[in-house]
């Protein structure tokens, strides 16, 4: 993949493709309050992956933090809790990669469970403040 990093494109399953968001697009990202800062990561999820995930945790009467958690195979070392949501609108049109996460251990400490993974994810980088307008920052069970 030309200027991803090999460690991005290993945190996907196969190849992502470039996509353009156009400008208002909202994104989603399960955070831990004090932890995460709003975009500090490059990991998010579009409104598709989100609503996924949330029919995901009602069916199976799990907490949203978990179910994403489980789906998007975020390690405890990256977000401990995944307890709040972050929703933003991006300011400008932005580049990123789309692709379906790649699964991978609970943390380093604890391989004996696995994250399936398995649903789409966005990889934009270099957003910075200025490049989203907040929505929504609380926790994900106000919502």
Not at 126 to 137: E, G, M, R, T
Request: glycine content about 6%.
């Amino acid at each position: 993949m030309a200027n991803l990093n090999p460690d991005v494109v290993a945190a996907f399953r196969g190849s992502p493709r470039e996509v353009t968001l156009g400008k208002g697009t909202r994104l989603y990202r399960f955070v831990t309050e004090r932890v995460n800062n709003v975009v500090e990561s490059p990991w998010w999820s579009d409104a598709i992956t989100f609503n996924e995930i949330v029919r995901l945790a009602t069916r199976t009467d799990k907490r949203l933090g978990d179910a994403a958690r489980a789906r998007l195979a975020v390690t405890t070392e990256w977000n401990p809790e995944m307890s709040s949501m972050c929703i933003v609108a991006l300011t400008r049109e932005a580049q990123a990669w789309k692709g379906v996460t790649r699964h991978q251990s609970l943390s380093q400490q604890d391989r004996s469970v696995l994250l399936i993974g398995g649903i789409e994810q966005l990889y934009v980088p270099n957003l910075k403040n200025s490049d989203v307008a907040l929505l929504f920052y609380g926790p994900s069970d106000r919502l």
